[in-house]
């Protein structure tokens, strides 16, 4: 059966800092991809996604960017944080072909930056 | 561009009654998929209900329905003999085709009380 993971599950870090957010897929081969960041008390909003390795795609300009250095790990970064970027980022995958539609969601990951 | 819409911030509902979750949609396009989503406090994003926009029957999984009006552009999610544990954020989305990727509405919170 197929497993997302995410990590760290929380993370606190002061502006200016970088981030490294980790997602990872197991069982399944060439999954797309995704990253989402859902502010408190908002809906989710899709960063970034990407069909395959070294393919990143972003929904909406941001101080965030991500990276896919292989085929089940999907990476979001950051230089430096800001104060906005405080949310929790969840990870999804779904099968890769014409016809998919489900995504499965990671368990998530609680940014706070001060 | 498409657009989800769910009018109802939080609504409540007393144990084993039924309640149903507004969502409305706007696409220009016409095979499409729609999902419901429980979003727990665990945070955990959970599919609820999936319908396909080319089938006219409306979809069920045990307690929850649907109700799609395709021409309308409406897709309600109906809850039946809710328990406790119904007590989440649901969130309405969208699907966009290639790739698969989901638009959000921002979501109802969900009480249910004993």
């Known amino acids: 059966s197929q497993t997302i993971h995410q990590w760290p599950a929380t993370l606190v870090q002061p502006v200016g800092s970088p981030l490294s957010l980790e997602c990872t897929v197991e069982?399944?081969?060439?999954?797309?991809l995704y990253w989402y960041r859902q502010a408190a008390g908002r809906g989710l909003q899709l960063l970034f996604y990407?069909?395959?390795?070294?393919?990143i795609s972003s929904e909406v300009p941001q101080n965030l960017s991500a990276s896919r250095p292989q085929d089940r790990q999907f990476i979001l970064s950051s230089k430096k944080l800001l104060l906005s970027d405080s949310g929790f980022y969840l990870c999804a995958w779904s099968v890769n072909s014409g016809l998919s539609y489900e995504q499965y969601f990671g368990p998530g990951t609680r940014l706070t930056v001060t | 561009a498409q657009t989800v819409t769910q009018s109802q911030p939080e609504m409540s509902v007393q144990e084993a009654e039924t309640v149903t979750l507004s969502c409305t949609y706007d696409?220009?396009?016409?095979?499409?998929?729609l999902f419901w989503y429980k979003q727990p406090p665990s945070r955990q994003m959970i599919l609820v209900i999936r319908q396909e926009a080319y089938k006219q029957q409306n979809a069920t999984e045990n307690r929850f329905s649907v109700n799609f009006q395709k021409a309308a552009k409406s897709f309600s999610l109906k809850i039946s003999d809710s328990q406790l544990g119904d007590t989440a954020m649901y969130f309405c989305?969208?699907?966009?085709?290639?790739?698969?990727?989901?638009?959000f509405g921002t979501g109802t919170r969900l009480q249910v009380f004993p």
């Open positions: 989305a969208f699907m966009k085709h290639s790739p698969s990727r989901l638009i």
């Open positions: 990407s069909v395959g390795i070294g393919q």
């Open positions: 069982g399944t081969s060439n999954p797309n």
């Open positions: 696409t220009s396009e016409n095979n499409y998929y």
